[in-house]
């Protein structure tokens, strides 16, 4: 699974990279290094001339067809295997594709006495980590509109190192394009680009007080060598 990750590379910086037109309240963002579900995070989506654009999200999808939100419960996931054929996510993935980009994801590794380390994982050339994800517009009585998103997560890969048994579904830019194209109706061939590359993520041990989404500073992602 993934539920927590980090995102301080700046939106403007995420932009370039995706070669997407900006469409994010500057005012109100903040670097996050310990960012949990519910909270906002970025996406990229095309516009009707089929040009990137990057938004923010709350993270937690909720389907256009839910009338109360508060009874959607733990959608900031979608599991590859099922996201085609579950109802929750069946019309994004058909139709609302987007890609999720973030500086870095946390997984915890269990360790003796019953004990968990948590890892940081990022990319190894320094560039932000982009993951396969959907979106949903969900709009209030008064016509208030959230842009909301998931994640999809897949078996892990050799580059998670056994330390869980599933990571997120990361997207490398040659296939960004395909998976982002709305009239593409290649079911198959979309679910093969949730396999893992290999080689493109590294790790280490970080604080255990990443646990608490109380804190949020750059320490939280610095190497650490447990007592």
Not at 93 to 102: G, H, T
Not at 168 to 197: Q, T
Request: charged residues 30%; aromatic residues 10%.
């Amino acid at each position: 699974m993934c539920g927590r990750i980090a995102l301080y590379d700046e939106p403007e910086r995420v932009a370039r990279v995706l070669d997407a037109r900006l469409e994010v309240d500057l005012e109100g963002w903040r670097p996050e290094w310990n960012l949990g579900p519910s909270r906002t995070i970025l996406g990229v989506d095309l516009d009707r001339d089929g040009q990137r654009v990057l938004h923010a999200y709350r993270w937690g999808l909720i389907p256009a067809w839910v009338k109360d939100p508060s009874t959607v419960k733990r959608t900031f996931n979608a599991r590859a295997e099922s996201v085609a054929t579950k109802p929750m996510y069946r019309h994004a993935f058909e139709k609302w594709r987007i890609l999720v980009p973030v500086s870095g994801f946390f997984e915890w590794e269990a360790v003796p006495a019953g004990k968990k380390q948590p890892h940081y994982f990022t990319r190894r050339d320094g560039e932000p980590l982009v993951f396969a994800g959907l979106q949903a517009r969900w709009r209030d009585a008064e016509g208030g509109e959230l842009y909301t998103a998931t994640i999809i997560t897949t078996d892990a890969g050799p580059d998670m190192d056994g330390i869980h048994d599933r990571q997120p579904a990361v997207l490398n830019p040659e296939v960004w394009d395909r998976w982002l194209d709305r009239a593409n109706p290649d079911r198959a061939g979309l679910e093969k680009l949730f396999r893992p590359p290999a080689g493109v993520l590294q790790h280490w041990k970080v604080d255990p007080a990443v646990g608490s989404v109380r804190n949020n500073s750059p320490e939280l992602i610095a190497a650490y060598s447990p007592a």
